[in-house]
């Protein structure tokens, strides 16, 4: 019996103990890109979203999942982007049928398409999903994040908040 305790033991130490360490290594990539940008003050001064929380979904485990995540970041509806109001320089969070009103259905439709394609690129079994709040103007906005083992992967609001600024 002590054998096998031992045995147990050694694999505790050599094998999974680590595992564990590297995930939560992994974890606090993507953890620390979120937390620098909920502390990142030149982002508050500016008037951007403010990312006030954010919350473990799940993983992208099945081809069929891939293709459900890539077709809910493609919606019109549900997601938000950052655009600057060119009337008063104020930034506002629109999504894609708000934006199509403004800036046009071929502006939208080249944006979905490029989108869909960069998503066929990055977007992986394994990854993993994020829920994240946002706040700007009183208003609270949500944005699904996509992060990998290296760190963000995508989100609408993250990734344009860079083209914006």
Same mark, same amino acid.
């Given at each position: 019996? =002590? ?55 799940? +993983?992208? %485990? ?7 995540? %890539? ?17 008063? +320089? ?23 398409? =490029?989108?869909? +394609? ?12 994020? %829920?994240?709040?946002? %706040?700007?103007? =009183? ?8 992060? *990998? ?15 914006? *600024?």
């Amino acid at each position: 019996m =002590s054998k096998i305790r031992f045995i147990l033991c050694i694999f505790l130490l050599v094998v999974a103990f680590p595992l564990i360490n590297l995930q939560a290594q992994n974890d606090s990539d993507w953890k620390k890109q979120l937390k620098e940008i909920q502390q990142n003050e030149m982002l508050r001064d500016k008037g951007y979203p403010q990312l006030v929380s954010y919350a473990l979904q799940g +993983e992208v %485990k099945t081809v069929d999942e891939m293709k459900r995540l %890539k077709k809910k970041l493609l919606s019109q509806t549900d997601n938000y982007l950052p655009v600057v109001n060119k009337e008063n +320089e104020c930034v506002e969070l629109l999504n894609l049928k708000e934006i199509q009103k403004i800036r046009g259905k071929e502006n939208v439709s080249a944006t979905i398409k =490029s989108l869909s +394609e960069y998503f066929d690129h990055v977007i992986q079994q394994g990854m993993r999903t994020v %829920k994240l709040t946002w %706040k700007l103007h =009183s208003k609270t906005y949500e944005s699904l994040c996509v992060v *990998s083992d290296n760190g963000i992967v995508y989100d609408h609001i993250i990734m344009n908040l860079m083209i914006v *600024s």
